[in-house]
């Protein structure tokens, strides 16, 4: 598809395999924001896990270890979902928590106004995807929109009782246009994860 971009080392052994997913990374105004705003409740609540500043993004699709090889399929699934999507633009606001802002687990950045463009998207890879890769593990929960923003280590914290989160539960964070999909690897390291950006692909024919 034009447009599409190839990044990274996608060379690979016939028998390895990598930890991938479909992204939309989280840039500019609402990047930008978010950090602010994870500084501070890095100081306040540092027990949490973080996600590192430069990888905040909203995951459509995780695709868990794949053969290395199987790489040509998905590019070609990505590229009919984006290819068939128009580029939006998202507004990023509030924090919330799954499974629920009294008993978070996950503390996560919400998508609203183009929430029902980016599940059509997954909607769209979850059905490419499952034709090239039938042994992919099924979605255990709907897709929702989302940025994550950290993980509780251990039990669940309450937000309503943490003024900094209830003080942005309906902040405006940033405007995000989205014009391109990602497929990243993802590397586990002691220090955090390594995102590599493999393929791009751009939004509309």
Not at 29 to 47: C, I, K
Not at 82 to 90: F, R
Not at 172 to 184: A, D, S
């Amino acid at each position: 598809m034009t447009g599409d971009r190839r990044e990274g080392r996608t060379g690979a052994a016939s028998d390895e395999r990598w930890r991938l997913f479909i992204a939309v990374p989280v840039t500019g105004t609402a990047a930008g924001a978010l950090r602010a705003w994870m500084a501070v409740g890095r100081r306040e609540r540092p027990g949490l896990k973080w996600v590192e500043p430069d990888h905040l993004h909203i995951t459509l699709r995780f695709l868990g270890e794949r053969p290395a090889a199987e790489m040509p399929a998905l590019v070609a699934a990505g590229a009919r979902v984006a290819g068939a999507a128009a580029p939006v633009e998202v507004e990023v606001r509030g924090v919330g928590g799954f499974p629920s802002a009294e008993r978070t687990r996950t503390l996560w950045a919400g998508v609203a106004t183009g929430a029902t463009e980016l599940a059509g998207m997954a909607a769209g890879l979850e059905h490419e995807l499952l034709a090239v890769a039938p042994d992919l593990d099924p979605l255990s929960h709907p897709f929702t929109a989302h940025v994550t923003l950290a993980r509780v280590r251990a039990s669940w914290i309450d937000l309503t009782r943490w003024p900094h989160a209830v003080a942005a539960r309906e902040r405006l964070w940033g405007r995000l246009p989205v014009r391109e999909l990602v497929l990243f690897r993802s590397r586990l390291r002691p220090g955090g994860p390594v995102y590599t950006p493999l393929h791009r692909w751009r939004l509309g024919r």
